[in-house]
């Protein structure tokens, strides 16, 4: 029988760091974990929503989380920022505003801060929504996988196994297809691996999407 774990969980503490930095007592651990689901919902959505582009495309790669006593510190390492609030000051300003309401929090201060990624296409939440994009426009699943693998090959990235799941094109039958592009080491904790998992919602029904990304290590 395969054992499947999160390969993001499996190497944290050697090549893989947290994204929310704090800490809290069992009894209140609930709630802070709610609240980080919160911030991390009413960003994505507020981004969709006012995107400069409207195509779907919210670029974000990972949300970073920091808790103090008094302050909540939350970065977005995003990949295209000028389809979002590249040089609108107001935009940053009206996020903070929508993330404090949902909340509800009166001691502590909210920060928000975006940090631009110099190679997007290396991020595998970037490439599951371009391939999420490609699905929903009717393009052939292996289409959106090869052109995928053709853009990771602009950044260092040393492999790329992609994989979606359900019923692909439409067929009756739900069924597994995955593609892979130089080595994936998954059970290598020493090798530096990017993992996400994401779903899409077709006129056919929802798909799966897991990319795995070899970044670095041996």
């Not at 981004?47 to 920091?66: D, L, P, T, W, Y």
């Amino acid at each position: 029988m395969g054992q499947k774990i999160n390969p993001l969980g499996f190497r944290l503490g050697t090549t893989q760091n947290h994204h929310s930095f704090w800490f809290a007592q069992p009894k209140s651990f609930s709630i802070g974990l709610q609240e980080d689901e919160k911030i991390r919902d009413c960003i994505k959505n507020y981004v969709q929503k006012n995107m400069r582009i409207s195509s779907g495309f919210e670029g974000i790669a990972h949300i970073e989380i920091q808790k103090r006593i008094d302050l909540i510190q939350v970065i977005i390492y995003i990949g295209f920022p000028n389809l979002l609030i590249e040089g609108r000051r107001r935009g940053i300003e009206e996020l903070q505003t929508n993330v404090q309401k949902e909340l509800n929090s009166v001691n502590r201060r909210l920060n928000i801060a975006i940090t631009r990624i110099e190679k997007p296409y290396g991020q595998p939440n970037i490439l599951a929504e371009y391939i999420a994009l490609q699905l929903k426009n009717r393009v052939s699943f292996r289409k959106a996988m090869k052109k995928t693998i053709e853009l990771t090959e602009q950044t260092d990235t040393k492999g790329i196994q992609i994989q979606i799941a359900g019923r692909i094109d439409g067929k009756e039958v739900a069924r597994v297809e995955w593609i892979r592009e130089g080595r994936v080491p998954l059970q290598t904790i020493r090798a530096k691996i990017d993992h996400c998992s994401y779903t899409v919602r077709t006129i056919y029904g929802v798909l799966g999407i897991k990319i795995w990304i070899f970044v670095d290590g041996k």
